[in-house]
């Protein structure tokens, strides 16, 4: 354990001057809770528009069935969360852990102004911006940059992924996507990567190619550093073999390791149903589920549940009437999950969607999604939401 | 300590085009950069030829949408529906191949990196490819003339119009999208307008529409043909007088020549430069050619500090590559990959505003795969790397297989499946003769430092021991071809 840690130290100082692990959590052997303060956020991306509709399903509410003839998920299949609403049948994970106190469903979330274009809608997500507005840094980027001055690594917070998000691009500081510890950056050329970053001297004032070795330095480093980490503490629980399996998996180890990360970022999709939604949204269901479903179980074994917030959200939700191909077109207010121990607020924590009041055939926004990050950033991982969000919006009570 | 004619005019070739071409190798040393900003200018004098890669059968198809439409208003069955979106997904794609194409071996470099300027300064996202290739006209045609004339036509192409949602700017029933748009970043700039300039600009635009086949519709009633008060002046006005308008505020001369410099120049505004350069836009009536005849010909454009400054755009590293190593691709969907997966893929903006350039291109995982694409070409490395899916374009498909299999042999194996994509190999067939003939008459130990000169805008300070290590030394050719891959998988290769 010493030996590895000094032998990092010793590749990562290749790479800048200053080198020191942010000491964040200390190493725990298996079960030991860590103290308050090291709680970190998985945020779950549903690409593609999921409906939300269908997700957290109106059961009593007869203008759903009949926008809905063929799409509509009968009372009696749906899982039972309340009188008024139950959750999609494939979601059996998160039943239970809504019945164990684990689970938040947030209504009618959206911002002003609602696109309809998926990558618009996601760049508004990613961002945080209005509507009208055109960012280029994500909120989760920013919040690197406000928590990370002086940070000399960027695996605060990781995508599991092979290309990074908008989400996770700060002004100065940006994310980094892995898709596989094991594989990172471990290419044909890797020796003469390194060979080139050793011989590469900076020059008085920071010149562009500087930028480059930077981030090729802080690549290779927090490579070798996930991949330890990731190793540390390996979880031993079953996951599905499936992407979003693979990659939970992935960030339970990580959790468990000592690593400085405090927001992991991963998607599954695609949710854009608009032909033969009901086959597709139960196959992504599933995976997601199941996968969900482990994950928990093993924070739960490990006394680390009440320490991660997991949470999903899409670009948009979908129309609330279903089209000619047993499908539905693009909408607007979605719901978002929130999943972890640490809850405050749990089950339905706000009124069901108005289908009697639509605009146009869309939902109606309550809740603008930013009130969800604003908490997210200063509730949980205590960090300046409203320098993050440049804009101070109002708290939510879930946590 | 002056700088040479070689570095001078790979400057130009790299910001007024894409890069040297092999080609031009010997012409680097032989004439200085006014000659060469002449020839430059000359090559991009003719009309370029319209781009159509629409088939027949979308032709045909949508003539038979027209007549189904004057007849009754009658719902294509679904099954002609879906084909369209795929005929329009590909034909985008030929589209976009066929442009790299041009950008790769087109003598038109001045007219063609003016002509991609332009689509990010008016980007749109369309899913419509006779929209598209319209609009890609309007660009490549107008790209080196007028601004007021390439604004127009742009605000008046169906691409833009639907794309900014002016078919529903209506009398009764307004959308501001595209007024505010056209204001915010095709013009003047956010800040250099109230709310309520853009409300009367959008009541200009009402009516202005397209039709199926593309063209320009005024649909009459719905035009709002009141009075209207715009950035102080008040007047029946329509959408041309609006734009009209905007040409004569002085900030928007300010707006467009600062992004041209940034683009161009250096992403570091110099207010002095851009204000000289603006007043002379202003004065010459917005002529796109005298403003980068002002820039390529002045000596600060020259300037060190202006050398090597700007950090590639993926298209610019693509196609910058082609222009030195001619290659033949067998596997073309590579590049629309290595687009896709490095962040800019043309004719799919991130959003109106474009691709913000600069260090954006930049984060840990492009910036590997930057570094691994000489290896790719060389079969050495694999594409292993899966892009985002993009909802927009593909309509709640996965991603169907994007490249082929590797042929070569013994790669059966390597064909692993990764996260349910195949690794795979680029299959480029690189044409060598040139360049290497290029250094014949270079004396072996100094091959490596002719070949970084060539090839790096900023000084390496990368040593020439480390690339000797890596690259092949069994013979001259080999030693040319392995080091020049080595020198193209450096950080310093991705600026100009």
Known sequence: MYLRRKEFIQIGSLATASMMVPKFLKAFEGGVMVPPGNKAVVILQLSGGNDGLNTVIPVRNDLYYKARPKLGIERAKALSLTDDAGLHPALTGFKEIYDEGGLAILNNVGYPNPDRSHFRSMDIWHTASQATEYWTTGWVGRYLDAQCNGCDKPTQAIELDDVLSLSLKGENIKGIAVKDPRRLYGTANEKFFRDVMKNHTDQKGEQPVDYLYKTMAETLSSADYIFKQSRMHPTNATYPNTGLGNSLKTIASLIYSDINTKVYYVSVGSFDTHIAQEGQQQRLFTELNDSVKAFVKDLKVNGRFNDVLLFTFSEFGRRVAQNASNGTDHGTANNMLFISGGLKQKGLINEMPNLADLDEGDLKFKIDFKNAYATVLKKWLNADDKAILMKQYEYLNFI | ?????????????????????????????????????????????????????????????????????????????????????????????????????????????????????????????????????????????????????????????????????????????????????????????????????????????????????????????????????????????????????????????????????????????????????????????????????????????????????????????????????????????????????????????PNVAGWPGGKTWIDSSSLMMRLRIPMMINDADEMNVRPKDDDDAMMGRTDDGMMNESKKQGSKQNAKEYAGMRRQQINADVDWKLYVKHFESVPREKLGEAISKNLLQVKSRLSMDVIKQYADQTGRENFIKTATMQIMSTPEYQLC
């Open chain 2, 1 to 349: 300590m002056s700088l040479s004619n070689q570095l001078k005019n790979q400057h130009l070739m790299w910001r007024a085009g894409f890069g040297p071409a092999v080609e031009q190798l010997p012409d680097l040393t032989e004439y200085t950069p006014k000659q060469f900003y002449k020839a430059l200018v000359k090559a991009s004098d003719k009309k370029p030829d319209y781009i159509d890669v629409a088939d027949d059968y979308l032709k045909g198809l949508v003539m038979g949408i027209e007549e189904a439409g004057r007849q009754q208003k009658k719902e294509l069955p679904q099954e002609d529906r879906k084909k369209i979106q795929q005929k329009n997904r590909e034909g985008i794609r030929n589209l976009n191949m066929y442009w790299m194409h041009e950008m790769v071996n087109s003598a038109t470099q001045l007219r063609e990196k003016m002509a991609f300027f332009w689509h990010g300064h008016f980007a749109c996202r369309n899913l419509n490819v006779f929209y598209q290739q319209g609009l890609l006209d309007v660009i490549r045609r107008n790209a080196l003339g007028n601004f007021g004339t390439l604004l127009k036509e742009v605000s008046r192409s169906a691409a833009m119009l639907n794309f900014l949602n002016n078919q529903q700017n209506r009398k009764d029933h307004p959308n501001e999208n595209f007024a505010r748009e056209v204001m915010e970043l095709f013009t003047m700039g956010r800040g250099n307008y109230t709310e309520h300039d853009i409300k009367e600009a959008a009541r200009a635009f009402t009516g202005w529409g397209a039709n199926l086949k593309g063209e320009f519709i005024f649909r009459r009633f719905q035009h709002d043909f009141g009075s209207k008060t715009i950035l102080g002046r008040t007047g029946n006005f329509d959408g041309g007088e609006v734009l009209d308008i905007l040409l004569e505020q002085k900030q928007t001369a300010n707006y467009i020549t600062q992004k041209i410099y940034k683009f161009f120049v250096n992403d570091k505004p110099d207010a002095d430069k851009i204000n000289w350069l603006a007043d002379r836009v202003y004065r010459n009536n917005y002529e796109i050619s005298k403003l980068l005849e002002d820039i390529f010909t002045s000596d600060w454009f020259y300037d060190e500090r202006n050398i090597g400054a700007l950090i590639k755009s993926p298209v610019e590293l693509l196609v910058g590559i082609q222009r030195m190593l001619p290659m033949k691709l067998e596997n073309e969907e590579a590049l629309m990959l290595l687009q896709r997966i490095l962040g800019q893929l043309l004719f799919y903006p």
